[in-house]
Each structure stands twice: as structure tokens, then as C-alpha cells.
């Protein structure tokens, strides 16, 4: 059965703070990684990760992919309250199917 | 563009009642899925369709759960009879193919509560 493992649970910064998410897993027929923020209901895309794209950086926001050591890691930096959400991490296999991770909750106090 | 478009937003109902939700995807995306989000947890497909055809229901509760895409646009998802375990956010998700990686992209779901 496929596994994706998301660490801390929940952390709280101050602004300006750089965070740091983990997402481990266990896949077959791995494709992709990608990376959700959810602050409501809809998870919206920040990142998809594969064999041919291992980093991503977008403004603050930045992703590696360890396919060797199946984890990847999510990065803000310079951290705003509007970043407090829940940041989930998702595999995807064969055929497009994505397995989510738990989430990370993380609160950017000011 | 457009995104995701599900009705209704919020729906309250008693165990054993039935409820139904609609989801319009992306135009022109082929695929759709429903997601389950429970408090607290991450979204975990119940079914995805390509263009009409099921692609994979493996995690569908089928004796009480049904969904159909029949024009291969939008779906209705049911449940037919609802429990008090299916309280959750219903997701309704859409990617242009199904093939190779691909983003799926997210409605703003219908949070179930069953009382």
C-alpha cells in the first residue's frame, strides 16, 4: 500500500522565521510530488517535483526531491501570517493516482 | 480560466438520508476525481474518472456510495445511505490527462455533516 509520511504535524514561527517541511514516502511506480497548500477547503498547487525537475523555487517558497532517499522537503523562508495554512504533500503513481500525506499545519504568528 | 466548480457548499443531513454532489471540472480537462477529506487528515481518492470511463473507484465504499460522469463533463457523487463517518469535506478535483504526471487542480469542496 502506498505511504506518505509528512513531518512536523504542526509547528508555529514567528514572521520572518524559515520553516521547513518534510514529506517522506513509499510508492510503487512513483511519477511525481507534488506540494498543496490548503487554507480553507481547496488545495491549491504549488510544486510538482519528478525524475526530470528535482528543485523548484517560486518567491520564498522553494522544493527538492531526494528520489534516492524518497523524502522531499518544502522551504519558506521569510515567512509572512499569510503563509499560515496546512501544507500537504502528495505522490503521484501510475496512472495519475495521488496518495496525501497528513499535512502540516503551520501557524506564522506576527 | 475557470476552475473547479462543486455545489452545494455546505450540507447538512441525518444518517441514513441520501445526498448528492455535483463537480464541473476544467474545461477541457478529461479527467476528474472525488477526494474524501476528513478532519484532520489528507484527501484520499474515492474515484477517479477518465472522459466517462472509471479509471479507479478501488477505495469507494460501493454499498453505499455511487458517482457517474456520463457526458464525460461534469459528475455527480451520492451516498445512499449516509453514516455519521462520512462527515468530511468532499473534494472534486481535474487534470488534462491521466497518462503522465499531471497537476490536478481543486474545487472548493462540499463539507458533509451527518448528524
Known amino acids: 500500500e502506498d505511504k506518505v509520511v509528512q513531518s512536523p504535524l504542526s509547528l508555529v514561527v514567528h514572521e520572518g522565521d524559515t520553516v521547513t517541511l518534510n514529506c517522506s514516502y513509499e510508492v510503487t511506480n512513483f511519477r511525481s510530488l507534488l506540494w498543496y497548500k490548503q487554507e480553507k477547503k481547496a488545495p491549491t498547487f504549488l510544486f510538482m517535483l519528478?525524475?526530470?525537475?528535482i528543485e523548484k523555487k517560486s518567491g520564498r517558497l522553494s522544493s527538492i526531491l531526494d528520489k534516492k532517499e524518497l523524502f522531499s522537503i518544502l522551504n519558506i523562508t521569510a515567512t509572512q501570517t499569510g503563509d499560515s495554512a496546512v501544507y500537504l504533500c502528495a505522490v503521484g503513481a501510475a496512472g495519475n493516482k495521488l496518495t496525501f500525506g497528513g499535512g502540516t499545519r503551520v501557524l506564522v504568528k506576527p | 480560466e475557470a476552475g473547479v466548480a462543486q455545489s452545494p457548499r455546505y450540507k447538512i443531513i441525518e444518517k441514513r438520508q441520501s445526498v448528492a454532489f455535483w463537480c464541473n471540472p476544467i474545461?477541457?480537462?478529461?479527467?476528474l476525481y472525488w477526494y474524501q477529506q476528513i478532519l484532520g487528515q489528507g484527501p484520499k481518492l474515492l474515484i477517479q474518472?477518465?472522459?466517462?470511463?472509471?479509471?479507479?473507484d478501488s477505495q469507494l465504499p460501493k454499498d453505499r456510495f455511487s458517482a457517474e460522469r456520463l457526458k464525460g463533463v461534469d459528475s455527480t457523487l451520492k451516498i445512499q445511505p449516509a453514516k455519521l463517518e462520512d462527515s468530511a469535506v468532499y473534494l472534486c478535483?481535474?487534470?488534462?490527462?491521466?497518462?503522465?504526471?499531471?497537476?490536478?487542480?481543486f474545487g472548493p469542496g462540499t463539507r458533509l455533516t451527518v448528524l
Open positions: 519528478t525524475s526530470s525537475g
Open positions: 478535483a481535474s487534470s488534462l490527462v491521466v497518462f503522465f504526471p499531471d497537476t490536478q487542480y
Open positions: 474545461s477541457g480537462h478529461a479527467t
Open positions: 474518472f477518465q472522459n466517462n470511463g472509471v479509471v479507479d
